[in-house]
């Protein structure tokens, strides 16, 4: 099974400032065939279900805001927000689709300082 | 819209039964599967498995032994039966929309509200 590894497991950012995590996979989710990676991001909420952020590493579902980025390949994985928000408290996840079973990191959650 | 109905407390070694409602679409999608998720307390999120409309499913191996998802088309309803539960097996259970057939694979766009589950005498 692939494992995901996220860090830093919390942290703490100023309104308007760079919010930057990472994810790493213990295998490449890179598909050769189609060059595509197979890596969400999802952003929970407390009290609320996950939700899709981010497909293929870096494209964004519709209606997540532009300051949400994702990118990275292979095995190292970024997920930026531009410019943090209040309602952008909230633990996010990634997670491989690359193979079977699909697997989540363990998280991080993100506050305002 | 996705909605998890079930027992909130299960007693260990007994079944924990779920059962997933789904409206405003249709389960019968050729597009999607559809998953059941579970997040035990402080832990990182665990797909349990996924059902096509026609009653093809996917297991997660370590939980394969235990695990029965059936889907109701008529009633739009999919669920969750998991055998010989544990303190391990408390969780926030979600069902989940499962993306199988877009992306080849399984991600999750639309997630039920959740369901808390005790396992305990």
């Known amino acids: 099974d692939i494992v995901m590894t996220q860090s830093p497991d919390s942290l703490a950012v100023s309104l308007g400032e760079r919010a930057t995590i990472s994810c790493k996979s213990s295998?490449?989710?890179?598909?050769?065939?189609?060059?595509?990676?197979?890596l969400a991001w999802y952003q929970q909420k407390p009290g609320r279900p996950p939700k899709l952020l981010i497909l293929?590493?870096?494209t964004r579902e519709s209606g997540v805001p532009d300051r949400f980025s994702g990118s990275g390949s292979g095995t190292d994985f970024t997920l930026t927000i531009s410019s943090l928000q209040a309602e952008d408290v909230a633990v996010y996840y990634c997670?491989?689709?690359?193979?079977?079973?699909?697997?989540f990191g363990q998280g991080t959650k993100l506050e305002i300082k | 819209q996705l909605q998890e109905s079930g027992p909130g407390l299960v007693r260990p070694s007994e079944t924990l039964s779920l059962i997933c409602t789904v409206s405003?679409?249709?389960?019968?999608?050729?597009?999607?599967?559809w998953g059941w998720i579970r997040q035990p307390p402080g832990k990182r999120l665990e797909w349990i498995g996924s059902?096509?409309?026609?009653?093809?499913?996917n297991l997660h191996p370590s939980l394969k032994s235990r695990v029965t998802i059936s889907v109701d088309t008529f009633k739009s309803q999919f669920s969750l039966k998991l055998t010989s539960v544990t303190a391990a097996d408390t969780a926030v259970y979600y069902c989940?929309?499962?993306?199988?057939?877009?992306?080849?694979?399984?991600?999750?766009?639309?997630w039920g509200q959740g369901t808390m589950v005790t396992v305990s005498s």
């Open positions: 989940a929309r499962d993306m199988k057939h877009i992306v080849a694979s399984d991600a999750f766009d639309i």
């Open positions: 405003g679409g249709s389960i019968s999608s050729s597009s999607y599967y």
């Open positions: 059902i096509y409309y026609t009653g093809r499913t």
């Open positions: 295998q490449s989710v890179l598909y050769s065939s189609n060059n595509k990676n197979y």
């Open positions: 293929w590493a870096s």
């Open positions: 997670q491989q689709y690359y193979s079977a079973p699909c697997s």
